[in-house]
Every structure is written in C-alpha cells, then in structure tokens.
C-alpha cells in the first residue's frame, strides 16, 4: 500500500476554486482505482496551505493512475480548471508507507 501526501500552497483568494478542484479529484482518484481521504483546507495557522490524502494498493497501482490521468477527459479538464482559476501556486508530492499498528 502506498499512500500519496500532496501539500499545496494555495491562492488565498481563490480557496473557493481550490474547493471545487478538490471536490474534483476526490472523485477522479476514487473513480481511477485510489481511495481518497480528502482535502484538509486552512482553518487555524498557515492561510495558504492545503494538504490531500490518498492510498494506492501499490506503487505500481499508483503509476496505472497517473498514465491514466493523463489521457482521461476529466482529469484533464480539472487540471484545466486549476490552471485557469490560478488556485494552486505550487504543491508538493510525498509517497508514504501507512502503519496501522
């Protein structure tokens, strides 16, 4: 199992379009083999910053995903949406290995 953490630093004026993007991709990610565990918006400390769980059953499961995600219409358009809406300024990705005991 793998587990990918993504940091964004986001456009504080456009936290409603974040919103919607996210909304996007938890569907998407589920949709593509993924298990989303949501997006996780600023609330108290750091105003720009969002962060996003979710778990592949393996690294190679996780690659069949980004290969599709490139060709797959509505991936496409919701990295179209970001882009247009300027709602992320950066983000970075980490892969995690859960332990659950």
Do not use: Q
Not at 19 to 40: A, D, Q, S, T
Not at 65 to 93: G, L, N, P
Request: proline fraction near 3%; charge should be negative.
């Amino acid at each position: 199992m793998i587990t990918v953490h993504l940091r964004y630093e986001i456009n504080t004026n456009k936290l409603a379009d974040f919103e919607e993007y996210g909304r996007r991709w938890i569907r998407l990610v589920n949709r593509l083999g993924g298990e989303h565990h949501g997006y996780f918006l600023p609330s108290e400390g750091d105003s720009d910053e969002a962060f996003a769980l979710f778990t592949f059953p393996s690294l190679a499961d996780y690659e069949k995903y980004r290969s599709a995600a490139t060709v797959d219409a509505e991936c496409i358009e919701a990295y179209r949406f970001a882009t247009e809406a300027d709602c992320i300024r950066r983000y970075e990705r980490r892969f995690l290995s859960p332990m659950f005991e």
